[in-house]
Nanobody
C-alpha cells in the first residue's frame, strides 16, 4: 500500500521559508487521478488544508495561504515538496502529507480533510527566533 513520510527542518526562523519533503513509496505520484496534499495542525486547533499537486503536475492552494505557498515535485525521486515563505510563529504546526483519489479536480479543490485516504505520520515545525 501507499506510504508517505515527511522530512525537513523542525525549526525555522521568522521571515524565512519553510521547506518540507514528502517521500512516497508503494505507488507513483504520477498515477492517474491521485492528488497529493499538504495539511497542517497548529497547537490547539483543527486540521487546515494547505494545497495539492495533482498526478498531472497541476497545483491548487488554499486561498488563505496561496500568496505564500508553492508545491512542487520530483518524479524521479517520487517526492513532492512544500515551500511556505515569510513564516511567522502562527505557522508553527504539525505538518502532514496525504493523498486522495478523485476522478475530477472539483472535490480536491474543496480541501476536504476526510477525503484523504493515506497520511504520513506528521512532522513538527516550530517558527521561532
Amino acid at each position: 500500500q501507499v506510504q508517505l513520510q515527511e522530512s525537513g527542518p523542525g525549526l525555522v526562523k521568522p521571515s524565512q521559508t519553510l521547506s518540507l519533503t514528502c517521500t512516497v513509496s508503494g505507488g507513483s505520484i504520477t498515477t492517474n487521478y491521485y492528488y497529493w496534499s499538504w495539511i497542517r495542525q497548529p497547537p490547539g486547533k483543527g486540521l487546515e488544508w494547505i494545497g495539492y499537486i495533482a498526478y498531472s503536475g497541476s497545483t491548487y492552494y488554499s486561498p488563505s495561504l496561496k500568496s505564500r505557498t508553492s508545491i512542487s515535485r520530483d518524479t524521479s525521486k517520487n517526492q513532492f515538496t512544500l515551500q511556505l515563505s515569510s513564516v511567522t510563529p502562527e505557522d508553527t504546526a504539525v505538518y502532514y502529507c496525504a493523498t486522495a483519489w478523485a476522478y475530477s479536480d472539483y472535490g480536491p479543490r474543496l480541501g476536504s480533510i476526510n477525503s484523504y485516504d493515506y497520511w504520513g505520520q506528521g512532522t513538527q515545525v516550530t517558527v521561532s527566533s
